[in-house]
């Protein structure tokens, strides 16, 4: 699968220009990125990739934008993979994502040790898998409690 295309939205310049790096060195065909939800938006709509990786907090709040864009791109978009990337769990929001289907995945940036690991979950994603951070599970657990 060497000619998956992605788009990336984090609002990190360094982060998305190394991410796009490795990917495409991991023979991913990065085409586009972007650095807010609109932005993401546009590109999806443009250039019909099969995964997206995406921030959850990204401008103009910096709060749940990309969450939201994520969730716009499944609902007009449902064959597009979704990987949230972010440096936080977020569990409501989370949670509607994950239950819209296959093809999503939802990682904690600090918890990625392994790069190999990193683009095998991200071609499993753009073919309809669905991975979830061990982390993440352990927050929803706790907050059904």
Known sequence: MTDTQV???DDD???REGLASLLTRSGLNVVGQAGDATQLLDLVRERRPELVIVDIRMPPTNTVEGLRAAAQIRERHPGVGILVLSAHAETEHAMRLLASGGGIGY????????VADFVDTARRIARGGSVVDPALVQ???????
């Open 13 to 15: 310049v360094l982060l």
């Open 107 to 114: 990682l904690l940036k600090s918890r990625v040790t392994d």
């Open 139 to 145: 927050e929803l657990v706790s907050a059904r409690r």
């Open 7 to 9: 788009v990336l939205a």
